[in-house]
T-cell receptor, first 113, second 112 residues
Framework: GDSVTQMEGPVTLSEEAFLTINCTYTATGYPSLFWYVQYPGEGLQLLLKATKADDKGSNKGFEATYRKETTSFHLEKGSVQVSDSAVYFC????????????FGKGTKLSVKP | EPEVTQTPSHQVTQMGQEVILRCVPI?????FYWYRQILGQKVEFLVS????????KSEIFDDQFSVERPDGSNFTLKIRSTKLEDSAMYFCASQVGALNQYFGPGTRLTVL
């Protein structure tokens, strides 16, 4: 069945370091892909998304490109801040625009000053 | 900005007891979802709800689970007889049209 695999955490970086969180997926058809972020004590918030191959989603300095050939949607940021410390979830959606999301396990990011 | 709220934030219960987890979706949203995350595992879909009926459910959502929209604003998840393995963080989400799902902060359920 459809699934999402993302890199194990936790990830600890210094401020201004480059961030990559790997995400690969297995899906039939052509799902939409998402990154959600969860800050401490809060719900999951949509960070960015891409709905078709080669689309790049971007928000708040984060980027991810939908790569059909490698079935990947890696999250990147050029210079992380302490405020980026959170748990990041990669997800896919099938079954149309009201379909449920299939999530990865989440990757905890800690950014040190 | 409108947000999805969930109560309680933490629920502790004894095995075999019934629990009701409550969610207040964003007011103009029409599609509602419950997900859960067992500690250290993936966020898993439980059920989706639209037009006062279940539209999809996962194999996790067995006869012990039920959902209800009792009064047009709340959206509840009931577990009739809790088991130890029901201990998890439960997330509610809502959506309008083809737009994004908005998630609540979650309820941590601990079954002793």
């Amino acid at each position: 069945g459809d699934s999402v695999t993302q890199m194990e955490g936790p990830v600890t970086l210094s401020e201004e370091a480059f961030l990559t969180i790997n995400c690969t997926y297995t899906a039939t058809g052509y799902p939409s892909l998402f990154w959600y972020v969860q800050y401490p004590g809060e719900g999951l918030q949509l960070l960015l998304k891409a709905t078709k191959a080669d689309d790049k989603g971007s928000n708040k300095g984060f980027e991810a490109t939908y790569r059909k050939e490698t079935t990947s949607f890696h999250l990147e940021k050029g210079s992380v801040q302490v405020s980026d410390s959170a748990v990041y979830f990669c997800a896919l959606r099938y079954g149309g625009s009201q379909g449920n999301l299939i999530f990865g396990k989440g990757t905890k990011l800690s950014v040190k000053p | 900005e409108p947000e999805v709220t969930q109560t309680p934030s933490h629920q502790v219960t004894q095995m075999g007891q019934e629990v009701i987890l409550r969610c207040v979706p964003i007011s103009n949203h029409l599609y509602f979802y419950w997900y859960r995350q067992i500690l250290g595992q993936k966020v898993e879909f439980l059920v989706s709800f639209y037009n006062n009926e279940i539209s999809e459910k996962s194999e996790i959502f067995d006869d012990q689970f039920s959902v209800e929209r009792p009064d047009g604003s709340n959206f509840t998840l009931k577990i009739r007889s809790t088991k130890l393995e029901d201990s998890a963080m439960y997330f509610c989400a809502s959506q309008v049209g083809a737009l994004n799902q908005y998630f609540g902060p979650g309820t941590r359920l601990t079954v002793l």
